[in-house]
């Protein structure tokens, strides 16, 4: 038979409670209505931290506020703890306190709360500030923990990089561009640009650095050590000259690699440019909605291939009845065969379609056909590299849509260094699952 008895009542409130080498002494209602629960430790001996002989006499006990997870709701913990008398009489500490694996020294927070934190930050994309009153912590004790997870986790990656052969690196704007005064009341421009760095074997962001320009990639590639520069075979990058230039100077076994999908939108730009230039030359005025190439200016920029039968008619007519100069057919028809020369998958065969493309742009005769020729005439070889090896920054362009994720429920994010962290440890957890 089950007799209740305090012993029994105490024990079965610290299985409940289930903090490891902890038990609860009692638990209160406290004014507020809130739960308080009272905890101890069992221990009855311990050694001095300084001398090491065991004591067992208990100098006083104090009360120690612990943060701890919550149970159906916040609870205010409170730890007796023992302050202990060192036993040796030449010892230079007289008195020192216990503690736990679950409160070390200094600790104020609980280590299973310490992880549940780090989970919720980390393994979600969750904004701080909910994680924070859900735990009943503040907003900065929640983004210490993630600090300071980062900064392990970035040690613990400094210290065994991981060997990358294709490196992707791509930029992001992460805000608006704002001005803040600094502390010696100037303005100064806050960095909207981030540019990460991906293992495009695996999507795993590997580097987070401010701004976007040649310094920024620099300075990152500059701290890597130098046999893991030299493993890197291929870097995915837009056709950013910054970015070619970095990775020329500190990746000397690398070659560039600029991929299709920022050619195309290059190429589609340049068809809208040249279909604005012709409104103006004949109207005088921007295109609008009776125009049939300004109505169907989304169909000028779609992959001809991908167009149904309804589609293809449709754009012949538009060029047929909105097109008298042939300017915009023109365009169109440069930038469906930048999209055959991408799409090929030898390099002799990506040679003989270029040769079209450029007697395309030669009959086409327009500014903006000859701009887009020297940009692909400037980035031949990394297409090249393209065709060969298909390296694209597609998986940095998914990693990035995190990183927005996280931007965008991190509104209050002030410091790129709060921001950088969460990225990297989601992409931590991300990887671990
Ligand atoms: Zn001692």
Same mark, same amino acid.
């Given at each position: 038979?089950?007799? =209740? ?98 409160? =070390? ?10 992880? #549940?934190?780090? $989970? ?21 004790? $929640? ?58 074997? %695996? ?14 990639? *620099?300075?990152?590639? *500059? ?7 030299? #493993? ?19 990746? =000397? ?6 991929? &299709? ?21 004949? &109207? ?12 169907? #200016? ?31 057919? $023109? ?16 390099? $002799? ?6 040769? #079209? ?11 903006? %056909?000859?701009?887009?020729?020297? %940009? ?30 996280? *931007? ?26």
């Amino acid at each position: 038979m089950f007799k =209740p008895t305090v012993e029994a009542a105490s024990e079965a409130a610290s299985i409940l409670f289930n903090l490891p080498e902890y038990r609860v002494v009692a638990v209160t209602r406290g004014a507020d209505g809130g739960r308080e629960v009272f905890l101890d430790t069992p221990a009855v001996e311990a050694g001095c931290p300084s001398c090491g002989v065991v004591s067992t006499r208990v100098h006083q006990r104090t009360m120690q506020r612990v943060r701890d997870v919550p149970f159906d709701g916040l609870v205010t913990v409170w730890w007796v703890k023992k302050r202990w008398r060192c036993s040796e009489s030449l010892c230079a500490k007289t008195t020192f306190t216990e503690h736990t694996e679950q409160v =070390p020294p200094y600790a104020r927070l609980t280590t299973r709360l310490k992880e #549940r934190i780090l $989970a919720a930050l980390s393994g979600e994309v969750r904004c701080v500030e909910a994680v924070a009153a859900e735990l009943g912590v503040s907003w900065p004790t $929640a983004m210490r923990q993630l600090t300071r997870a980062a900064t392990a986790h970035a040690d613990r990656a400094a210290a065994r990089p991981a060997l990358v052969y294709s490196l992707g690196i791509d930029e992001h704007r992460f805000r608006t561009v704002r001005w803040y005064k600094d502390e010696h009341d100037a303005w100064r421009r806050v960095e909207p640009w981030m540019t990460t760095f991906t293992n495009l074997a %695996t999507g795993q962001v590997i580097g987070v650095v401010d701004g976007r320009d040649s310094a920024a990639v *620099k300075t990152w590639l *500059k701290t890597q050590p130098r046999w893991w520069r030299h #493993r890197v075979r291929v870097v995915a990058i837009d056709p950013s000259a910054a970015f070619r230039s970095a990775v020329r100077s500190w990746l =000397p076994k690398a070659r560039v690699s600029v991929d &299709h999908f920022h050619l195309i939108q290059l190429a589609n730009a340049m068809v809208t440019d040249v279909r604005r230039r012709v409104s103006w030359e004949r &109207h005088d005025r921007r295109g609008r909605a009776g125009d049939l190439t300004w109505a169907n #200016r989304l169909l000028l920029m779609r992959g001809y291939d991908s167009l149904s039968e309804r589609g293809r008619t449709k754009l012949k007519t538009v060029l047929a009845q909105d097109d008298p100069t042939c300017e915009i057919g $023109a365009a169109w028809g440069v930038k469906e065969q930048l999209r055959r020369v991408l799409a090929c998958t030898t390099v $002799a065969d990506a040679q003989r379609e270029r040769a #079209r493309f450029n007697s395309y742009v030669t009959l086409a005769a327009m500014p903006e %056909t000859t701009r887009l020729k020297k %940009t692909i005439d400037t980035w031949w070889p990394a297409i090249a590299t393209f065709i060969r090896t298909r390296a694209t920054n597609a998986k940095t362009e998914a990693a990035n849509v995190t990183v927005k994720n996280i *931007k965008r429920i991190g509104r209050g994010y002030r410091s790129h260094e709060n921001y950088r962290c969460r990225i990297m440890l989601y992409n931590a957890a991300r990887m671990a699952a």
